[in-house]
């Protein structure tokens, strides 16, 4: 069973020793070079892991688990509230529609579930809106992946001033839905928790952490994997009741693109857009925007996962067969522009924030200039004495990590095997240089 997770969680999963047996699997994905093998186990950098979910994905052991929360975490609320990722309609054979989900949803124990698709929608137009009237640096970066900002937080701090200050369509959502029940139904809004239906750990982790400048509107999040089961027989059984079980949802089918990869891209009907997913990929546009060579650029859109939410680890169905289902759900409602003449819940609500991303740290400043310094040149000289194939077997994902881990005193150059065989090689042939003088 999968650890709950709190504020006291600095990160969304944590490594289980027990369970590990040193297998490098999990090294060789990470993205950023978070993951180290020492004595036999596999342990995490916590400065610069941004909870992407990529070696919870491949580890086949389960010794990398995500800390979630679970229904019992919710009983202390007088009213509960859902609010699904537009990825979980996708999760279910194409002909189960979205109001089945959300009704079928509201079985499982939840007192209300919101949909998301017109909160998206309104976050879209006022996205749109900022980047029209940007007149400062380019391009500028969607912010609707928790993982990516972090990434841009931990790695690329100086391109913070890039993201695009616009609210979440999930936050929205949660934000107006606590506000409205309070009013309707006359209870405290801390009486009412609201509860994200997430496909990735980075935002259960960008939910669970709270400080004095910022603090979500939802009050935990139950991965899509962990509802599944549960809500495919509550869907099984609500198809075979009578029709009147199903509730309606203003679903929105233009909001529905806000899912998809080049979804934004398509919504705002901007061409001077780029849009990337899967994180290596985002990993080489920001380099690039790093060095000034997208300064023409409006906007990118960023997604760590591929296929964006689609492909989150916390999801069941096969990232294809979802984009698949999604573009069925679009079709089905056959929307394919910006809605006109019709009611926005959401118009009235501050959707930007200029300081929405500054309580999650970036990178630790090294106010000791000559030390770092120092450090600098000894990583340089470590390195240039490495043999740079990357084998990964001293536990570091690279030699220029491992040279990094030397300097930090993390490892001894003899953890490298080939530094190690070189050395034996030369004891061995010094005593049969000395046999043979005698």
Not at 4 to 28: A, Q, W
Not at 144 to 152: D, E, G, H, M, S
Not at 341 to 363: A, Q, R, W
């Amino acid at each position: 069973m999968n650890e709950r997770i709190s504020e006291t969680n600095s990160h969304s999963i944590y490594f289980e020793p027990s369970k590990c047996n040193g297998d490098m699997v999990c090294l060789k994905a990470c993205p950023v070079e978070a993951i180290r093998i020492r004595d036999g186990k596999a342990k995490m950098l916590e400065d610069k892991c941004i909870d992407c979910g990529e070696c919870v994905k491949v580890c086949k052991l389960g010794a990398i688990v995500p800390l979630t929360n679970t229904f019992n975490d919710f009983s202390k609320f007088e009213f509960t509230v859902a609010i699904p990722s537009l990825a979980l309609y996708t999760q279910f054979d194409r002909n189960v529609r979205p109001r089945t989900i959300l009704s079928s949803l509201k079985k499982t124990g939840f007192d209300e579930v919101v949909d998301i698709s017109r909160a998206c929608v309104s976050v879209i137009k006022a996205t749109g809106k900022y980047i029209k009237e940007n007149t400062g640096r380019k391009p500028l970066i969607s912010s609707f992946c928790p993982t990516c900002v972090k990434l841009i937080q931990v790695r690329y701090p100086e391109l913070i001033e890039n993201l695009v200050p616009v609210m979440s369509p999930f936050e929205l959502a949660a934000r107006v839905a606590r506000k409205d029940i309070s009013a309707r139904l006359k209870i405290q809004e801390d009486e009412i928790g609201v509860i994200y239906i997430t496909p990735c750990p980075s935002k259960m982790i960008f939910i669970a952490q709270k400080s004095e400048d910022y603090s979500s509107s939802f009050d935990g999040a139950i991965p899509i994997s962990e509802i599944y089961n549960t809500l495919f027989t509550a869907i099984h059984h609500i198809k075979g009741s009578h029709a009147d079980e199903i509730e309606y949802f203003d679903i929105s089918g233009f909001g529905l693109n806000f899912a998809r990869t080049g979804g934004l891209e398509f919504m705002m009907d901007n061409d001077n857009c780029i849009t990337v997913a899967g994180i290596n990929n985002v990993l080489f546009i920001l380099d690039e925007i790093e060095k000034g060579k997208l300064n023409n650029v409006n906007f990118v859109e960023m997604h760590a996962c591929p296929e964006s939410c689609l492909g989150g680890p916390m999801t069941v169905e096969n990232v294809y067969i979802a984009r698949t289902n999604l573009l069925n759900l679009i079709n089905h409602f056959g929307e394919t522009r910006i809605p006109v003449g019709k009611k926005d819940d959401y118009t009235n609500d501050k959707l930007i924030n200029e300081n929405i991303f500054e309580h999650i740290p970036g990178e630790k400043e090294n106010n000791d200039i000559k030390s770092a310094l120092h450090k600098m040149m000894e990583k340089k000289k470590i390195f240039a004495g490495l043999p740079k194939t990357n084998c990964g077997a001293c536990g570091s994902p690279t030699c220029e990590t491992f040279a990094e881990d030397c300097v930090n005193g993390e490892v001894k150059m003899l953890d490298c095997i080939v530094k190690e065989n070189e050395m034996l090689k030369q004891r061995i042939s010094n005593i049969e240089f000395g046999t043979q003088s005698e």
